[in-house]
C-alpha cells in the first residue's frame, strides 16, 4: 500500500473519530442540558434556598432577631434529615413566586398547588390545610349581605387581597369578570390590609389562613377591630413548592418521605402545637 493511500487513510480515520468525538459531545451537553432543565442536578453542594415571609405563627422572627415558626422548624429539621444547608431569604410573596419561578429560589412553604404553578414548581404532598373566610370591621359583618363570592362584585364591597395569594378556583374564575375584579384591591400582606381595613380604604379582608390573620391582627393591636363574616369560603391543602429549575424529583420524593413519617408518628402535629399559642403569632 502507498504512502498516499495511507496518509488519505488516516485522514479519513481522524475526521471519522473527530465527528464521533464531536456528535458525543453534542449529545453529552443536550443530556445536562436537559437535566439541568428538569432540576435533577445530580451531584451539587445541597444549599436550600428557601423565601419565606412573615405569616403568622408559622414564620417570624423571635424576639433574639432569629428566624423561625413552625414552617421554618419543619423546613430546617428536614433539611439537616436529607444532608442540605439552609439559606432563608424574606421575600414578599409575588416576588418569592417569581423567584421560584426563575431559579433564585429553590422552594418555599404554604403554597396551594394550581395549574400555573404547576408549570414552574413541584409540590411535596400536603402538609397541612387552611381555612378560608372574610374579615371585616368589628360591627360590620351584619352591614353586608354576602352570601357568594360573587355577590361583591354586584354591592360595590372593596375587598382586600395579597398579590400572588391563591384564593381558589372560584375566585380565580371571578376574577375574570370585570365587575369583580374591580373590587379587588391588592397589598403586600396582612398587615397593610388590616391597616386598609381600620381606616376605612377598604370594606374586607378575604383571608387564606385565619389563624395567621388572628396572629397580625394581635401582633398590630387590632384584633378586637376585626371580626369574622358569615360568607363562607372553601379551603386549600398546603405543600412545600419547589422550583422546577433547580429541584429534581428526589429531593421532592424525600420531602415527601419524612413529612409521611412525621404525620405519623404525630410529630408534625407536635411541632405546629408548639408553635401555635405564641403571643403575637
Known amino acids: 500500500m502507498s504512502a498516499n493511500i495511507v496518509s488519505a487513510m488516516g485522514r479519513r480515520w481522524t475526521t471519522r473519530c473527530l465527528g464521533t468525538a464531536v456528535l458525543l459531545l453534542a449529545l453529552a451537553i443536550g443530556a445536562a442540558a436537559a437535566e439541568m432543565r428538569d432540576g435533577a442536578l445530580?451531584?451539587?453542594?445541597?444549599?436550600?434556598?428557601f423565601g419565606w415571609e412573615p405569616y403568622g405563627f408559622l414564620q417570624f422572627v423571635d424576639d433574639e432577631g432569629i428566624v423561625t415558626g413552625a414552617e421554618i422548624e419543619l423546613f430546617r429539621e428536614i433539611a439537616e434529615e436529607v444532608g442540605c444547608q439552609v439559606v432563608l431569604r424574606n421575600l414578599p410573596w409575588a416576588r418569592i413566586l417569581l423567584e421560584i419561578e426563575t431559579g433564585t429560589l429553590d422552594l418555599t412553604a404554604s403554597a396551594s398547588r394550581t395549574a400555573v404553578r404547576l408549570r414552574y414548581a413541584r409540590f411535596s404532598v400536603?402538609?397541612?390545610?387552611?381555612?378560608?373566610?372574610?374579615?371585616?370591621?368589628?360591627?360590620?359583618?351584619?352591614?353586608?349581605?354576602?352570601?357568594?363570592?360573587?355577590?361583591?362584585?354586584?354591592?360595590?364591597?372593596?375587598?382586600?387581597v395579597i398579590w400572588g395569594y391563591h384564593y381558589g378556583e372560584e375566585f380565580d374564575r371571578l376574577m375574570q369578570d370585570p365587575a369583580f375584579a374591580a373590587q379587588v384591591e391588592g397589598a403586600a400582606d396582612y398587615v397593610i390590609n388590616i391597616r386598609k381595613l381600620i381606616h376605612r380604604r377598604i370594606d374586607g379582608i378575604m383571608v387564606d389562613d385565619i389563624a395567621v390573620l388572628a396572629g397580625e391582627a394581635r401582633a398590630s393591636h387590632v384584633l378586637d377591630q376585626v371580626e369574622r363574616h358569615s360568607l363562607h369560603v372553601a379551603g386549600d391543602d398546603l405543600h412545600f413548592m419547589f422550583s422546577r429549575a433547580t429541584i429534581g424529583r428526589e429531593l421532592v420524593e424525600d420531602f415527601n418521605r419524612l413529612?409521611?413519617?412525621?404525620?405519623?408518628?404525630?410529630?408534625?402535629?407536635?411541632?405546629?402545637?408548639?408553635?401555635r399559642h405564641i403571643e403575637g403569632h
Open 126 to 160: 400536603p402538609y397541612r390545610s387552611t381555612e378560608m373566610a372574610l374579615f371585616v370591621r368589628a360591627g360590620d359583618a351584619d352591614a353586608y349581605d354576602l352570601r357568594t363570592l360573587a355577590d361583591i362584585g354586584r354591592t360595590g364591597f372593596r375587598l382586600g
Open 42 to 49: 445530580g451531584d451539587r453542594d445541597c444549599t436550600l434556598r
Open 259 to 275: 413529612l409521611l413519617r412525621m404525620d405519623e408518628d404525630g410529630s408534625l402535629a407536635r411541632l405546629f402545637s408548639r408553635f
